[in-house]
T-cell receptor, first 113, second 112 residues
């Protein structure tokens, strides 16, 4: 069965620190990859997505992610975090032969001023 | 607001009662998904529709769960004879056939 692993369950950073959240998936075929964010009290929002093409994708609010097929990874990065980035971040995958999102368990990010 | 809407936002029910949730997708989206999220976990897929056809159901969706999308617009998710283990956030999402999924605010179910 497909699965998504997020290695960091809880990350605490100071403002201006750099961020990298790990995501690995288990499916070996063609995949579409996503990062969703859930700010406190709000619903899940799409941060960025990879369907094909350039493996380095840019999303909203200065986030980017790199798809490394050989490592089955899709890590999320941001050079300088802000207090407003405090949220829960979910990595998700859709494989070619299905239409359902498979989510990781999420990473809770806390950014302190 | 043209996003995905869900009703009610919160539901408290006693064990053994039936509950029904509604989801209104983004109007031009022909796919509609239901997910369930429990504390500390990511959302888990339950079922999805393309127009009015239910195309896939997860094994998580026991016989007590039923979902409908009768006219290819809004959808309902019913849970019969609720159990405490059904307590969770029930999320609805919609998409175009080839597009990303947009999520609603969810319905938080508490079974006492």
């Amino acid at each position: 069965a497909q699965s998504v692993s997020q290695h960091n369950h809880h990350v605490i950073l100071s403002e201006a620190a750099s961020l990298e959240l790990g995501c690995n998936y288990s499916y070996g075929g063609t995949v579409n990859l996503f990062w969703y964010v859930q700010y406190p009290g709000q619903h899940l929002q799409l941060l960025l997505k990879y369907f094909s093409g350039d493996p380095l994708v840019k999303g909203i609010k200065g986030f980017e992610a790199e798809f490394i097929k050989s490592k089955f990874s899709f890590n999320l990065r941001k050079p300088s975090v802000q207090w407003s980035d405090t949220a829960e971040y979910f990595c998700a995958v859709i494989s070619y032969n299905t239409d359902k999102l498979i989510f990781g368990t999420g990473t809770r990010l806390q950014v302190f001023p | 607001d043209t996003g995905v809407s869900q009703d009610p936002r919160h539901k408290i029910t006693k064990r053994g009662q039936n509950v029904t949730f509604r989801c209104d997708p983004i109007s031009e989206h022909n796919r509609l998904y239901w997910y369930r999220q429990t504390l500390g976990q990511g959302p888990e897929f339950l079922t999805y529709f393309q127009n009015e056809a239910q195309l896939e159901k997860s094994r998580l969706l026991s016989d007590r769960f039923s979902a409908e999308r009768p006219k290819g617009s809004f959808s309902t998710l019913e849970i019969q004879r609720t159990e405490q283990g059904d307590s969770a956030m029930y999320l609805c999402a919609s998409s175009l056939i080839t597009g990303e999924q947009y999520f609603g605010p969810g319905t938080r179910l508490t079974v006492t």
